[in-house]
T-cell receptor, first 111, second 114 residues
């Protein structure tokens, strides 16, 4: 099945700095879903990207799907302490019946 | 409307003991999933049920069994717990028959096997 690789594994930023996490695959992705998990919490859905080259924005968050559908990125502009958590990307398994998650990028923000 | 409810929230077992993790959703969702989360490993799929009456293995099914009791409930059973099964377990559900819609997660069960 698909395996998505996320980089970096950890990122620490100062409040107000930008942050980007990348999700890469050696094969074509069917679609990409992004989730956020706050410390001690459960994953919460952020967005789904389906089309090649798709770009979606949610306030300070910008999500992109690569033209070749082999990578995706999440960019946060001017991070805030509320952005702390682990960000996961996920794609379908080979059968297209279940989501397989990357290992996540853990973001810490200092004020 | 509680969403996805998991019980218990915490559990400590001795090696060899058995237990069942319960999951119920009140959103009339078709698909349900069990994931485990370990530090640095992300979320790994244990088993899933794409629709009532069906179950399938995920990435790490060994040592687990599941039952889709009805449309609402999907339980995960550890027959003989091992320390390697110490983890946080998340149940999730989705409206779609396949994973084409967002997943809604429960709050998790923290399991320790001594």
């Amino acid at each position: 099945g698909q395996q998505v690789m996320q980089i970096p594994q950890y990122q620490h930023v100062q409040e107000g700095e930008d942050f980007t996490t990348y999700c890469n695959s050696s094969t074509t992705l069917s679609n990409i879903q992004w989730y956020k998990q706050r410390p001690g919490g459960h994953p919460v859905f952020l967005i789904q990207l389906v089309k090649s080259g798709e770009v979606k924005k949610q306030k300070r968050l910008t999500f992109q799907f690569g033209e070749a559908k082999k990578n995706s990125s999440l960019h946060i502009t001017a991070t805030q302490t509320t952005d702390v958590g682990t960000y996961f990307c996920a794609d379908y398994n080979q059968a297209g019946t279940a989501l397989i998650f990357g290992k996540g990028t853990t973001l810490s923000v200092s004020s | 409307n509680a969403g996805v409810t998991q019980t218990p929230k915490f559990q400590v077992l001795k090696t060899g003991q058995s237990m069942t993790l319960q999951c119920a959703q009140d959103m009339n969702h078709n698909s349900m999933y069990w994931y485990r989360q370990d530090p640095g490993m992300g979320l790994r799929l244990i088993y899933y049920s794409a629709s009532e009456g069906t179950t399938d293995k995920g990435e790490v099914p060994n040592g687990y069994n599941v039952s889709r009791l009805n449309k609402r409930e999907f339980s995960l059973r550890l027959e003989s717990a091992a320390p390697s099964q110490t983890s946080v377990y998340f149940c999730a559900s989705s409206e779609a028959l396949w994973a084409s819609e967002e997943l809604f997660f429960g709050s998790g069960t923290q399991l320790s096997v001594l």
